[in-house]
């Protein structure tokens, strides 16, 4: 088994950066296939991007491409979100989430508790 923890979100201004931290105990995320998801308010939980195989493969979202940035550091056994260019739309709960077979939204099976993103407009 895994546990994830994220940290990292906050209030920003449109416009603006933040970056999201998840980092894993009790296995090695190396193993894993990881994700962002979020899930803003009266909608369903969204995947926002994925990495798998040291970071050789990635995935986004449309409404990401090109401002967001997954990422993993091994040594500190943690992935990142990086979120550039903020928009009000991008206000939601993000998760962290592992799979260990497989990287579809539904072989995500481990999650983190979730943390807050506002984006003001």
């Known amino acids: 088994q895994v546990q994830l923890v994220e940290s990292g979100g906050g209030l920003v201004q449109a416009g603006g950066s933040l970056r999201l931290s998840c980092t894993a105990s009790g296995r090695t995320l190396s193993a894993y296939a990881m994700a962002w998801f979020r899930q803003a308010p009266g909608k369903d939980r969204e995947l926002v991007a994925r990495?798998?195989?040291?970071?050789?493969?990635?995935y986004y979202s449309d409404s990401v491409k090109g401002r967001f940035t997954i990422s993993r550091e091994a040594v500190r056994n943690t992935i990142y979100l990086q979120m550039n260019n903020l928009k009000p739309e991008d206000t939601a709960v993000y998760f962290c989430?592992?799979?260990?077979?497989?990287?579809?939204?539904?072989?995500?099976?481990?999650w983190g508790q979730g943390v807050q993103v506002t984006v003001s407009s």
């Open positions: 990495i798998r195989f040291a970071g050789r493969d990635t």
């Open positions: 989430a592992a799979a260990i077979a497989g990287w579809s939204q539904g072989n995500f099976d481990h």
